[in-house]
């Protein structure tokens, strides 16, 4: 019988832990019932769902956390499916040992991955805002680049977080480290949203049943985990199966499932610091669908 359910796309970034996240979603031969709604997933650039998100392209979309409070009028963050954790997160490296003050010199050039980044705003809440010269580089060409010697440093999302020291780069800082000694709190890198309007068009329980579709799906998926390892294999880039499932532990935990007091508490934290070093707006008008 044709599935005549809605269908919802979900933007994700092409990386282990969205895609183990989000396996169930990936085709009925999974198994799993994602109830009144049908997902289509949608993998993508991080930096490409944040601009996709300026103009509300997505039903349902994986933002930059940093990038959240730019577009709540559009979207409300869910409790489920946020890159979060305590200690890990992006990393600063270069091809010789470094201070990070260093890198504020005149003639020092840091590689980064989108200015829309949650990466970009630790490294600019760390070092100061506007105080390092920044160039925008596809994340899967920062070490590539850094290597050749076209960039002082760079700052890896990604895979590159685990594969950097096989290139012969040095760490400069761990922004997770850095981030957690800052405040105690676990860095959200990534987060999940969706469009207000979906209430209007379907009814005022679209939103709460949506956050409880994909809750109900990542919960699946870590019941499932063999499964969805494999899955997520397939957007490893390279990375050997055990380093790919080092990667989904380091994003896939309780946060993840549900964000709490604490994972909510980290999320406005890192949008006040934002707002307070001037490379974003008041996060007052974030909104959790719970």
């Known amino acids: 019988m044709p599935d005549d359910r809605p269908v919802l796309r979900i933007g994700h970034s092409p990386d282990p832990d969205d895609a183990f996240m989000w396996w169930p979603l990936s085709g009925p031969e999974t198994g799993f019932d994602s109830g009144r709604f049908r997902y289509e997933p949608v993998p993508d650039d991080i930096e490409v769902l944040n601009r996709r998100a300026e103009t509300g392209e997505l039903e349902v979309t994986a933002l930059s956390c940093a990038h959240a409070a730019r577009v709540s009028d559009t979207y409300a963050l869910t409790s489920c499916g946020a890159s979060i954790g305590q200690g890990v997160g992006p990393k600063i490296v270069a091809r010789r040992p470094l201070g990070p003050d260093q890198l504020k010199s005149a003639d020092a050039v840091l590689a980064v991955p989108g200015t829309r980044t949650s990466a970009f705003a630790a490294t600019s809440i760390m070092l100061g805002p506007g105080s390092f010269r920044h160039t925008e580089v596809p994340f899967d060409q920062i070490i590539k680049g850094v290597v050749a010697g076209d960039f002082t440093a ?55 049943d949506i956050n409880s579709d994909l809750k109900r799906c990542l919960g699946f998926a870590l019941e499932h ?13 390279g990375l050997a199966p055990g380093l790919a499932e080092q990667f989904v532990d380091m994003y896939v935990n309780r946060w993840t499932l549900d964000l709490g007091s604490v994972g909510q508490a980290a999320v406005r934290t890192f949008l006040e610091e934002i707002h307070r070093v001037g490379l974003g707006p008041d996060p007052g008008g974030v909104r959790f669908v719970t």
């Open 154 to 208: 760079g700052l890896v999302i990604h895979e590159g977080q685990l594969t950097f020291a096989d290139a012969g780069l040095h760490l400069v800082a761990d922004l997770g480290m850095w981030w957690s000694s800052h405040c105690g709190l676990p860095l959200p890198l990534g987060v999940n949203a969706v469009r207000h309007d979906l209430a209007e068009r379907y009814d005022a329980k679209a939103l709460a």
């Open 225 to 237: 985990r063999r499964e969805a390892l494999a899955y997520a294999l397939g957007f490893a880039r």
